[in-house]
């Protein structure tokens, strides 16, 4: 019994040793999420506009309900999102937008520092998303 | 009958069915493209293949075969689906691809169609079209691109609306839709190709862009203009109406609609719309609360010198009912609806003759009928709709259509269609040659006929020789036309009516009744005469008796006696006098003198600038009720969006008076439903919840006529001159509410007069031209409008809009004599 007792907490000690954390000194160091990581969303944009063409199917799919499209046509007949928002309090992250994107207009970064002291702060326009980098 | 097996199971279905139809009534979902219920069979898409045993070897296309006993159907095996499958890829070769962008994604056929067969890649590679749209013209966007040569738009313009905007061009790959030399649409704009397109080739502008489907609530209501009662469902989203779908699922109406109730929603969502009671305080309208307004209103209604109350005919059952609820706890005795007295003494003619006060018939009875008199070519233009039916009947079951008018129009377009063209103005006369000489030819039916000798001797003078050299009619046309009438199996006489058309209402009345019952039209057992009311509920006010009592005053009475100063105060409701009643001079002087005047409405109308106090009422979009329509169905009326402001319906504004006045405020609309039901003989006793998709027609299909007595009528007056100008109504308007509209003012924006192409020649007046009409010592300033509808020497000008001074000119007369100068 006393046997099983220090094998099992040898594995313990083992990892107090240096060199066998695993804790990051943040924010002074800061992890790099993977590729697939489901962060921040950023609206990409093209040469004169943004890629999204405000066909619904984000809010639609939506299970948090935190986008909110308004569609309009510009000056050109085309059709343009004229506001573009999501509400991250109310965002779940599960990529869902992306997934449905036709026109792949928007994506997931890997920026997650998202903490901020009011909540308007959390809405994200059309204008911020496109400066998401 | 015939039996034939679809899909293991047995079916037993009329031998006119077609394969698609069976399999439809026996719950088997076959795909289609190009079929559309109310469409002859056309078989353009080829997606509703199927197998038939008896006809191995190939498939068979459902929407046209019909069916045949003992036929042995299989509507889907691998097989089919690869064809079926293959169709779509074929499809999808040239269709443009751009669902994200187009409105119809989410309820596009195609979409739904390539969804259903997995439709994932093409074997097939060839050019995208890449036409470019039509945006010529504010209500419908053509996107050819994506057009898949269904068919149904083209097929939908030419049987029903009986326009033909639309051909197939070219052959092959380049095959097309396209307009008259493809410059674009120039049509009625009713928006039945919009409704019916399966795919986003055709579009409402007005919807561009703005919601997808999926995100809109729909509510099924009845619309608010004409006296059709066609179904509309809004679709509703951030309480806004953003577009009307498509629906033939319920109501009369089949999912036709018109311009107006397709395109002129608008109105409901006009930032115009009064939001807050207003009071004059020191010469100026200002806002006030509701309780203050309506203390003033009670206080005016129990004025010592009278009150008089005029009603528009828009406001539903309930709210009649309450009104009349209303007057009787203020003690007034004056109530009146439609001031020119229009639809109401035409109804009054009719009831003399036949002891009723609505149509005999129903709309869908019209389209099998065959022999059709439409009185006025205006018909069309004030009840589009119901102009369908008949456009059916004559294109589709070959029906005659004889049309009484003064000028052309577009029934008169119509094959196997004859116009009676007579002077404006003497359409009563004509009617009664032709009751003359059913008499005199031995052709009348008078079993049961009271009245007959009295009327002979009475009408001498309308001997139709006599009657052709004043009216411009062959007499051998009138006693042709007459007989058809009376040899007829099925005849329908149609007469729509409203504010423009006031003269001679009774007369007119009286002079179709009589010539329905010397046809014999009145005993048939379907169709017969219909009298169509202009307005979305004239017949349920009619029918509820929104009339003077004994000892009160018809509208015309009240705005006399308010001109003299004689009576207290005016409380005119959903009306705007001054642009719509006739005598316009005697209106504004009626609002002037009387005491004080109430005006409740959506808008500031010209008559509510000039009232004490302003109350903001509801429109359609925003009621709670039930209309009846003009072939006497009850339909229910339903809220898609709430009021704008402090805005409140008519029932909750009379509601509130009631109980100013300490009378019992009332319950809920079902309550009171049931309560003005009961008070109605004619009315079915049932609750407004029992009221179906359908309505329910009071009086059954076929009102039997109460009496059958003759009576005879003098003629009609018409004016001497070198021009002679009539009023009216345009097919883009209806009454003055249209004028709110961004659908029927894109149409028509401003107020203009009609002239035949000859007389415009010999003035040099062009198109769009802007003249003077001198008529009645009135000069009017409008836009001309060059047309082939008018004989020379006939001026048309619509009467809907405000600030014309028309009704200036017209203190009751139908014919005014005018003279047209350019500049």
Known sequence: MIKEFIQGLSITFKHLLPGHSTTVQYPKVKLQPSERFRGLHRLVPTQDREKCVACY?????????????????????????????????????CGYCVEACPVEAIEMTGNYELANYHRDDFVFDKQRLLNTK | MVNLTIDGKQVTVPKTYTIYEAAREAGIDIPVLCYAKKLLPFGACRVCLVEVEQMKGRLIPSCTTPVTEGMVVTTTSEEIRKVRKTVLEFLLVNHVVECPVCDKGGECELQDLTYEYEVVTNRFVGEKFHYPTDENN?????????????????????????????????????????????????????????????????????????????????????????????????????????????????????????????FGYSYVNSDQRLTRPLVRKGGELVETSWDEALEAVANGLKDSKGAGIITGARLTNEEFFLLKRLADAAGVTSLDHSGGECYKVLTEGVKDVLGLTASTGTFPQVETADVILSIRSDFYETHPVFGMVVNQAVKRHEAKLLVLADKKGKF?????????????????????????????????????????????????????????????????????AAERLAEAQKGAILLGYGLPYTPASRELGLAAANLALLAGLADQEEAGLYVCGEKANSQGAIDLGVLPKEDGLGAQAMLAAAAEGKLGSLYIIGEDPLTTYPDGDRVEKALANAGFVVVQDLFLSPTAAKADVVLPAASFAEKDGTFTNAERRIQRVRPGITSPGEARTDYAIFGALLEKLGAQAPAGPAEVFGELCAGLADYPQIGLDEIG????????????????????????????????LTTGSSLY????????????????????????????????????????????????????????????????APSHFAGTGLNRVFRGEAVVAAEVAKG
């Open chain 1, 57 to 93: 199917l984000c809010p639609t799919v939506c299970p948090a309900k935190c986008i909110t499209v308004e569609s309009a046509e510009n000056e050109k007949g085309e059709k343009y999102p004229k506001v573009y928002q999501i509400d991250l309090l109310r965002c779940i992250f």
């Open chain 2, 138 to 262: 504010p209500f419908i966007e053509r996107n050819m691109n994506r057009c898949v040569l269904c068919g149904r738009c083209v097929r939908v313009c030419d049987e029903i609306v009986a326009h033909g905007s639309y051909s197939f061009v070219e052959r092959g790959f380049e095959t097309k839709i396209a307009t008259a030399f493809d410059r674009g649409l120039h049509c009625e704009f009713c928006g039945q190709c919009v409704s019916l397109c399966p795919v986003g080739a055709l579009l409402p502008r007005p919807f561009k862009f703005k919601a997808r489907p999926w995100q809109l609530k729909e509510v099924d209501t009845v619309c608010g203009y004409c006296g059709n009662g066609c179904t509309l469902t809004l679709g509703v989203k951030d309480n806004q109406v953003q577009t009307i779908r498509f629906n033939d699922k319920n109501g009369v109406n089949d999912g036709n609609l018109c311009i107006r109730g397709r």
């Open chain 2, 412 to 480: 008169t377009k119509l094959p196997n269609a004859e116009t009676l063209l007579t002077r404006p103005g003497l359409e009563v006369d004509v009617l009664n040659a032709m009751c003359v000489a059913l008499l005199e030819g031995g052709k009348a039916r008078t079993e049961g006929v009271s009245g007959i000798d009295e009327f002979k001797q009475a009408m001498a003078e309308f001997a139709p020789a006599r009657v052709a050299e004043r009216t411009g009619v062959s007499a051998e046309a009138i006693v042709a």
């Open chain 2, 693 to 724: 998709p359908q309505g329910v027609v009071w009086g059954g299909e076929k009102l039997a006529p109460k009496t059958r007595n003759l009576v005879a009528v003098g003629g009609g007056k018409s004016a001497e001159g070198r021009f002679l």
């Open chain 2, 733 to 796: 308007h209806s009454g003055s509410t249209t004028t709110h509209a961004d659908g029927p003012l894109a149409a028509v924006p401003e107020p203009y007069v009609e002239l035949g192409r000859e007389d415009a020649a010999e003035l040099g007046i062009k198109d769009g031209d802007s003249v003077t009409v001198k008529a009645g010592g009135v000069d009017l300033k409008l836009k001309a409008k060059v047309g082939a509808r008018l004989p020379k020497g006939l001026l048309f």
